[in-house]
């Protein structure tokens, strides 16, 4: 009976998963309407720090009636979510009190750790960094494991691990990332390879793309690909809020990394800081702050600025 109980968890678990990564991100229908018609409303890219009260990346938000009781199932997930995970959300200013209207996980990764060391994985190739707010349990995890993470790209194929979740053995799997190399036949996230089914002509090296993909005889094979760099033109003459690393992008511009913007301002900026920014996405992938606090690794502010 109780090996019975276990398995029918599992198969619950596999399920919901199956059901969050057909929305990974912030592909869902619902979303991209939001992004396209609210012209007033706020997006944050951060770190939940509590729920009573809503704190993300040291911002305070009030949440809806409506999504607080997740009158729509299909597209809130606000009764998943935990501590330390990153997310996605959106949010609109009234009489100087931010409230969300929509919330949901930034996932990094689905797979099977290949690698562990002392405060770190290795996932598909990407080095997932542990810091303390990660479940300790993270290190009695195994080789072959599946673990689906949360967290901030610090640099190309590094990660900074704000949630970590040990899941079943998956069918498929999801990686958001640079892509590296791209061919008809084959695609690079950082250093891991990818088989494509068909080619994807509007992605090329340097695109921020999420890729679902299923696992056979050791090759792992994409059927489904998000490009996020042509998706987050729609982005333009919105404000943003986003927690991240500050890196150099292949043009030598600093940018927060994982994101496809360069800042047209960033002459008070260091490369390697982590800093929540709030500003303005203008035409031409730029994102222009209009002020800034520095964090240390692990979230804890230890100054702020302005520009």
């Known amino acids: 009976m109780i090996k019975l109980k276990i398995i029918l968890n599992n198969f619950l678990k596999i399920l919901s998963l199956l059901f969050l990564l057909s929305c990974c991100s912030f592909n869902k229908p619902l979303l991209e309407k939001q992004i396209n018609n609210l012209k007033s409303t706020y997006n944050i890219f951060g770190v939940i720090e509590s729920f009573s009260p809503l704190m993300i990346s040291g911002n305070q938000f009030n949440i809806s009636k409506d999504l607080l009781e997740g009158i729509d199932n299909k597209n809130n997930y606000i009764t998943s979510l935990k ?27 689905i797979g099977p750790i290949s690698l562990v060391s002392e405060n770190q994985i290795v996932v598909l190739g ?12 993270v290190n009695e995890y195994m080789p072959g494991y599946w673990v689906l993470v949360t967290g901030i790209q610090k640099n190309e194929g590094n990660i900074i691990a704000t949630s970590i979740d040990l899941i ?3 069918p498929f799997g999801y990686l958001r990332g640079k892509v590296s190399e791209i061919n008809d036949k084959k695609i690079f996230i950082g250093s891991q390879e990818f088989s494509l089914r068909s080619p994807y002509g509007a992605t090329v090296s340097g695109d921020i793309v999420g890729v ?40 030598k511009k600093l940018r927060i990394s994982g994101f496809p913007f360069f800042i047209n301002n960033s002459d008070f900026l260091e490369e390697g800081i982590r800093i929540v920014s709030k500003g303005k996405i203008l035409p031409g992938s730029i994102f222009h702050i ?3 606090k520095q964090l240390s690794v692990d979230r804890e502010f230890i100054s702020k600025q302005q520009k």
């Open 83 to 109: 501590v330390g995970n990153y997310v996605f959300g959106q949010y609109e200013i009234s009489n100087e009190v931010n409230h969300i209207i929509y919330l949901d996980k930034n996932i990094s990764i």
């Open 126 to 137: 990407q080095t997932i960094n542990l810091l303390s707010l990660v479940s300790k349990e």
């Open 168 to 170: 079943p053995s998956q």
């Open 212 to 251: 679902k993909y299923s696992l056979k005889r050791d090759k792992f094979i994409i059927f489904d690909m998000q490009n996020f760099s042509n998706q987050f033109m729609d982005f333009n003459y919105k404000k943003v809020v986003i927690d991240g690393y500050v890196s150099k992008g292949d043009n």
């Open 290 to 292: 209009e002020s800034y």
